[in-house]
C-alpha cells in the first residue's frame, strides 16, 4: 500500500478503491506522511503539496486568523485533519479548515467523528493545477457550509444551499471578507514582504 503513496508533481487519481483500501492507507501514513488524501465512493487522489502550494496555503490562514482575532471572533483551527464518514463514502484532508461558528462544540476534544460531532465551517482549497479531483461533492457530502478555492490569480467563496455549492460575493463565516478582498489579499501576500504584508492586512481588519 505505501508504494502508491509518493511524491508527484500532480494529483495521483485512482478508481475503483474500496473503502477498507482508503482507510489502510490513511492509517499506513499516518503521523508521518507529508501527501493529502481525499476518497469520492471509489475515487481515490493522492496529492504532495508544492511550495507554491503552501505559500498560498499560510497565507489563506493568516488571512482567516487575522480578521478573527481582530474582531475578537472565536475559533479552532482544523488544519488538515482528515474528515471522512463512511455512511456517505467519502473522506478529504483540506489544504487548511477552521471552526468558527461551532469552535465552542468541538474545542477540548483530540479527535473528530463526523457520526457525532459537526465539520469544519470553513474549508479552503488550494487547487494550482487545476488537475485534481473535484471535492465539492466531498464537502456538500460531508456538510461544510463554506469553502474557499484559490484557483491562481482568483479566489472564489462558495456556500453549501441545499445539496450544492453557489457562489457568493461576501463570506458567512468571516466577516465582511469579499472575494474580491480575498484575491487581492493573497496576491498581495505572494508579491509584498511578511511585514509589510501583515501591517496592511492589520490595518484592513481593525473594527472600524
Known amino acids: 500500500m505505501a508504494t502508491l503513496i509518493r511524491p508527484t508533481e500532480h494529483p495521483v487519481l485512482l478508481g475503483d478503491v474500496s473503502w477498507a483500501t482508503y482507510?489502510?492507507?490513511?492509517?499506513?501514513?499516518?503521523?508521518?506522511?507529508?501527501?493529502?488524501?481525499?476518497y469520492d465512493q471509489g475515487l481515490l487522489e493522492i496529492m504532495t503539496p508544492s511550495f507554491e502550494h503552501e505559500h498560498v496555503k499560510a497565507i489563506a490562514q493568516a488571512i482567516v486568523?487575522?480578521?478573527?482575532?481582530s474582531r475578537g471572533h472565536d475559533y479552532v483551527p482544523a488544519g488538515s485533519t482528515t474528515f471522512r464518514r463512511v455512511g456517505a463514502g467519502r473522506g478529504f484532508e483540506a489544504d487548511a479548515s477552521y471552526y468558527i461558528e461551532r469552535a465552542a462544540q468541538v474545542r477540548g476534544l483530540t479527535r473528530i467523528d463526523l457520526d457525532r460531532d459537526p465539520p469544519p465551517d470553513l474549508v479552503i482549497e488550494i487547487d494550482l493545477t487545476h488537475m485534481s479531483l473535484d471535492k465539492f461533492p466531498i464537502y456538500a457530502g460531508l456538510g461544510v457550509p463554506e469553502v474557499w478555492r484559490f484557483r491562481g490569480p482568483q479566489a472564489l467563496i462558495y456556500r453549501l444551499v441545499e445539496a450544492d455549492y453557489v457562489e457568493i460575493e461576501v463570506s458567512e463565516v468571516v466577516p465582511e471578507l469579499t472575494s474580491r478582498q480575498l484575491t487581492d489579499f493573497i496576491q498581495a501576500g505572494l508579491q509584498q514582504t511578511r511585514p509589510v504584508w501583515r501591517r496592511q492586512m492589520q490595518a484592513w481588519a481593525e473594527p472600524h
Open 23 to 38: 482507510e489502510a492507507l490513511l492509517v499506513d501514513g499516518d503521523d508521518h506522511r507529508t501527501t493529502r488524501i481525499a
Open 65 to 69: 486568523e487575522t480578521i478573527l482575532d
